[in-house]
């Protein structure tokens, strides 16, 4: 029977941590690259030896030994060795819905010796936890070890926590602009818009808009537009019109579809709108660029 005389207080959690998506401990070479990625949880990357180049969305940074970077939901990005040194770093990626989390939105933190000690245990706790290896960029799987002390998982969690409470409360992040890196940016940028370009010639098949476009990596319009101007000299949607005219010219040559059949695969709302496309993009219709075809052979 419950004692009435005590109250039950119920204990607020600032973090609530449940679910760990991956636990890495990487040693990369010094030319390593992994290419980005974007989820729906969080993530972050500590640099435990060395140097690494890091790219959010289309911001660069250069992170140095003991530096630290979260990546928030549904942010692209990756990670780059300099060529030069080869580094150690951990990367953890976790479920949090807490609100608190959005101070870690964009934050480089550089960790004091007390977060170091954290972070070691929760590392420690990830060994004793879960079966190597650990150093797969594309093998996220965590695989329960058989003899796992208990209470090793649980640890995980307390030490995520505490770090994250740490950070809250202990330090003051590293002014982002101190990490910048214009040849990471430069490099990002590119990486983004060969993205963008593959992302269209997927698609070919459909009629993309402009709005799902730059929806789809997270951008803003004009900094769409912008980006992909930058890099190409033309437009986003009439670089798409170009790709889909490749491929229509590609498909009067290999005559396996007539003009209607290829206006419609291509997902033109008509003929006559794929052939006025055609028409200003080519000089010629294409029945004109059929017979320019044939008379080449």
Known sequence: M?????????LYEAFSIKQIISFHYFEFAKDFTFEGE?????????????EMEVFADTEGYCLKQGDMIFHKPNEFHGVWANNKIAPNVIIVSFVCRS???????NKIFTLDEGQREILSQLVKSGFAAFMPPFDNPRDHTLVRR??????????????????????LHGSSPTRSEQRLSGATKEKSEDNLVQRMTAYMENHLYEELNLEQIYRNFNLSKSHALALFKKKTGQSIM????????????QMIREEQYNFSEIAERLHYSSIHSFSRQFKSAMDMSPSEYARSVKARV
């Open 146 to 167: 058989a003899d796992a002390p208990v209470g090793s998982e649980q640890l995980i969690k307390i030490h995520l926590e505490l770090l994250l409470i740490q950070l």
């Open 99 to 105: 609100a608190e989390m959005a101070f870690f939105e």
């Open 38 to 50: 974007k989820h729906d949880f969080w993530e972050f990357i500590y640099v435990d030896k060395g």
């Open 238 to 249: 009439k670089f798409y019109r170009s790709l889909k005219i490749d491929q229509a010219r």
């Open 2 to 10: 419950k004692d009435n005389r005590f109250a039950r207080t119920r």
